[in-house]
């Protein structure tokens, strides 16, 4: 299982990277996996506003349907399409090809996101 040192992590399986003042947010390789095959995934539209820690969507398995939560609060700039048409994307490269929006951050990074190694500890991963 992926801990991408660079990223930060939401207690909710969430992944954020700040890209040119951006971020860019995903589900974390724990989640797909304890999720299985992802055939449907339903995000907020470009131009939405999101907050932390509330539901921006769905992610739906074979085994569940998940509620996703945004990691940041601020403006969807962009969805990824790619893996709104083929999410089995997802679970070939959650932190990747599978990335799943871009929100134009509200200030920073809000606080208790947690680094790679406090969220494999969360998570209880070796």
Request: glycine share 10%; proline share 4%; hydrophobic share 45%.
């Amino acid at each position: 299982m992926q801990f991408p040192a660079e990223l930060r992590y939401s207690r909710e399986h969430e992944w954020v990277r700040v890209e040119d003042g951006a971020a860019v947010v995903g589900i974390t390789d724990f989640a797909q996996d304890q999720l299985g095959d992802v055939v449907f995934v339903s995000l907020p539209a470009v131009g939405s506003k999101v907050a932390a820690l509330e539901k921006m969507g769905e992610i739906e398995s074979v085994k569940s349907v998940s509620e996703l939560y945004s990691p940041v609060s601020g403006t969807v700039v962009e969805i990824n399409q790619a893996a709104v048409d083929s999410p089995e994307t997802i679970n070939r490269d959650a932190y990747g090809e599978g990335w799943l929006l871009r929100v134009a951050m509200d200030g920073g990074l809000p606080d208790g996101l947690l680094s790679a190694d406090e969220y494999r500890a969360v998570v209880g991963a070796e």
